[in-house]
């Protein structure tokens, strides 16, 4: 598998994370708790930050070699660019609802559920496409010397949230992950228990 390939797994895999994050303070905010609007926030500005300058880059570049080596392919998986606007829009979206409800403007509690939940679903969707679709049939159309074209053109930059060296603005973020992480992992010993 190119290198490539795992780093953008592996981004996906934090993605999935924080989309876990968003789900739960969905889940708060529907119960007519207080979500933790500080954490949506750092949510929304780390999908503008690093998916925006450096993952999706990395997927239009491997889309682009496709393009050239696999048409059929490529048209199979349909239009990389297009979905990641797509994206951006509800990610807008969902940073002006959390806006509005921070600014206290009147605004629809249904909107903001459908903001979030749009954002997430819309996400999940694209992960999986790209891993069912657009992943498999890079490696197979691909030659090394695309490969090595695209690791030459790459951004080197850190994910400044899944790293060892987590961006000051990420801290919390990261913590509540870790924390989310820890307690998912306790309840199901605990349940192994109950059922042993």
Same mark, same amino acid.
């Given at each position: 598998?190119?290198k ?6 592996? !981004?996906?895999?934090n993605? =999935? #994370? &924080?989309?876990?994050?968003?789900e739960?303070?969905?889940?708060? +905010?529907?119960?007519? $708790? ?9 949510i929304?500005?780390?999908f503008?930050d ?8 990395? !997927?239009?570049m491997?889309? =682009? #070699? &496709? ?8 048209k199979? +998986?349909g239009?990389? $660019?297009?979905d990641?606007?797509i994206?951006?829009k ?7 609802a ?13 909107n ?31 030659r090394?010397e695309?490969?090595?074209e695209?690791?030459a ?12 060296v987590v961006?000051?603005?990420?801290h919390?973020?990261?913590k509540?992950?870790l ?7 306790e309840?199901r010993?605990?349940?192994a228990?109950i059922q042993?």
């Open positions: 598998m190119p490539i390939i795992d780093i953008l797994l592996e !981004e996906h895999q993605i =999935e #994370k &924080l989309l876990l994050v968003l739960h303070e969905l889940q708060v +905010f529907d119960r007519s $708790e207080r979500a933790d609007y500080e954490i949506l926030q750092t929304i500005q780390y503008q690093y998916p925006a300058s450096c993952h999706h880059p990395k !997927e239009e491997i889309f =682009e #070699k &496709l393009k050239a080596r696999d048409p059929a392919a490529a199979r +998986f239009d990389v $660019e297009g990641h606007e994206e951006a509800r990610l807008r979206s969902f940073a002006r959390v806006d509005a409800v921070l600014a206290d403007q009147e605004f629809l509690r249904e903001f559920h459908m903001a979030v939940h749009d954002f997430v679903d819309h996400q999940r969707h694209h992960l999986e496409k790209e891993e069912r679709l657009l992943f498999p049939a890079a490696v197979k159309a691909l090394p695309d490969w090595a695209i690791d053109r790459l951004d080197d930059r850190k994910d400044p949230l899944f790293n060892s961006e000051e603005k990420f919390d973020l990261q509540t992950i924390r989310w992480e820890q307690e998912t992992e309840s010993v605990a349940m228990q042993h």
